[in-house]
């Protein structure tokens, strides 16, 4: 079933881990299936990473709606979580097309990344995006890729912020021109948190 949903080698999920109180967290983090392993690579300031080496559990959320992406950096309260299905950690309930559960192990560091080999424990096919390719959702998943890549270059000291200012940029007036209202909503709030972000950041 991994081969037919993750057929194009790099997909986008939702991380979902345990800190050491046993509290989920998410995370949108990319997967690479080679056919017969996933990785997984979260830069080592991530709270992604550091639940891993606490707890090397995870659970793999796959979807095609962008809005939960958005929610699992924005609004990470409207996550709901189901501990039932097969327990530890839980998955994200949802228009999810599949559920990967996996056990991790840190292979080595790589340029301020972990790289995890994560091997399969259990998969689930969930109730399915039901989902028509959009662009408008594809630039939403962009922008928010535009987004996290600008905080952490804010945080390292701003260089080459034009760039993927431009990028996001382009992305969320995609969505404000293609967009249903909740989309463009979530593009405003993208809007906001980066004019935050940036302060008063030159470029
Ligand atoms: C679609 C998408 C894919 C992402 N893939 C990765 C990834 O592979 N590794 C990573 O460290 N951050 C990735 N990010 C950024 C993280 O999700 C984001 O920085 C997150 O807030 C940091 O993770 P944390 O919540 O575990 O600290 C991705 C973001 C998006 C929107």
């Known amino acids: ?9 790099y997909h986008e999920s939702i991380a979902v881990t345990l800190d050491e109180e046993s509290v989920p967290h998410a995370a ?19 709270k992604t990473y550091v639940n891993l080496l606490s707890r090397p559990l995870l659970s793999l959320n796959f979807t095609q709606d962008a809005r939960y992406f958005f929610k699992a950096i924005f609004k990470r309260e409207e996550i709901s ?15 999810f097309d599949l559920y990967v559960w996996g056990r991790t192990k840190l292979l080595g560091l790589v ?5 995890f080999l994560v091997t ?31 905080a952490a270059l804010v945080d390292e000291g701003s260089r080459g912020l034009a760039e993927y ?35 008063d950041v030159l470029i």
């Open 120 to 150: 399969v424990e259990k998969i689930h096919e969930g109730p399915g995006s039901k989902l028509a390719l959009s662009r408008a959702n594809n630039a939403l998943l962009e922008a928010l890729i535009y987004y996290t890549k600008i």
């Open 1 to 9: 079933m991994i081969s037919k949903f993750l057929r194009f080698g």
């Open 81 to 95: 979580y189901d501990f039932s299905v097969f327990g530890v950690p839980p998955v994200i309930v949802g228009d």
């Open 111 to 115: 340029s301020g990344r972990a790289v």
């Open 165 to 199: 200012l431009n990028l996001l940029r382009t992305n969320l007036n995609l969505v404000r021109r293609l967009g249903s209202p909740e989309l463009v909503g979530m593009a405003e709030i993208i809007e906001g948190k980066l004019n935050e972000l940036l302060g």
């Open 28 to 46: 949108p983090m990319g997967v690479e299936y080679d056919g017969s392993n996933l990785i997984l690579r979260p830069y080592e300031s991530s």
